[in-house]
C-alpha cells in the first residue's frame, strides 16, 4: 500500500511540475508576429507597437460575452465592438500583463507612441495620461467624441487592479508604411 502511495505521489508530483513549467514557458516565451495567424481583414488592426518599451505584439479581435472579456496568450486583444484604430471613438486594447505580453505596460510615460498597424497604414498614438483603476472602474470603457486608444492590463497584488494607458491620435497624422 505504502508502495502504491509513494508512485502515485510521484506520477501527480511529475504532473503538476509540467503543468506548472508550462505556464511559466506561456508567460515568458517570445510572441512573434509571424507566430500568429494574421486577420484577412484589413481594416482591423494587425498590430501594436510601443517603441520606448520594445514592445511588438500582434492583435488578435475579441469580444465581451457572459461579463468577460475574451484574451489571449498570444499577443493583445482589441475589443471590436470599439472604435477602429484612427476613427472617432476609444478603440480598447488590453492584454496579460505577462512579461512577453504587457508586463512592462506600467513603464509607459507620457509622450510615449503607440503605434497601431492597420492593413498598410500605421496609426500613431500619444501617450497622454496613464493611472491605475479598480476592475469595476468601466468608465475607461467608455466611447469619447476624440481618437482615443486605451491599453490596458492587470496590476497590483494579485492582480486586483488595472493599469491603464490613454492615448490619443497624434496630430490626427495616420501614416502610409
Same mark, same amino acid.
Given at each position: ?49 510601443? =517603441?520606448? @518599451?520594445?514592445? #511588438? +505584439?500582434?492583435? !488578435?479581435?475579441?469580444?465581451? %460575452?457572459?461579463?468577460?472579456? &475574451?484574451?489571449? $496568450? ?24 505577462? =512579461?512577453? @505580453?504587457?508586463? #512592462? +505596460?506600467?513603464? !509607459?510615460?507620457?509622450?510615449? %507612441?503607440?503605434?497601431?498597424? &492597420?492593413?498598410? $497604414? ?26 482615443? @486608444? ?28
Amino acid at each position: 500500500m505504502n508502495r502504491l502511495f509513494d508512485f502515485l505521489s510521484l506520477g501527480i508530483g511529475c504532473i503538476l511540475f509540467l503543468i506548472g513549467g508550462f505556464w511559466v514557458w506561456e508567460r515568458y516565451k517570445p510572441i512573434r508576429v509571424s507566430d500568429t495567424v494574421i486577420q484577412k481583414e484589413t481594416t482591423l488592426p494587425i498590430q501594436i507597437t510601443i =517603441p520606448s @518599451l520594445s514592445v #511588438r +505584439l500582434p492583435v !488578435i479581435p475579441a469580444k465581451y %460575452e457572459k461579463n468577460s472579456f &475574451q484574451t489571449t $496568450a498570444h499577443g493583445v486583444s482589441y475589443l471590436s465592438s470599439t472604435a477602429l484604430p484612427g476613427t472617432q471613438g476609444n478603440s480598447i486594447f488590453y492584454g496579460h500583463n505577462w =512579461p512577453n @505580453l504587457l508586463g #512592462r +505596460l506600467s513603464d !509607459i510615460r507620457q509622450g510615449d %507612441e503607440i503605434i497601431v498597424t &492597420q492593413g498598410n $497604414a500605421e496609426i500613431i498614438y500619444t501617450v497622454v495620461y496613464t493611472s491605475v483603476v479598480a476592475p469595476n472602474e468601466t468608465h475607461i470603457q467608455n466611447n469619447t467624441t476624440d481618437m482615443r @486608444l486605451t491599453l490596458y492590463t492587470c496590476t497590483g497584488f494579485l492582480d486586483q487592479k488595472r493599469f491603464v494607458a490613454t492615448a490619443t491620435l497624434k496630430d490626427t497624422e495616420i501614416k502610409d508604411k
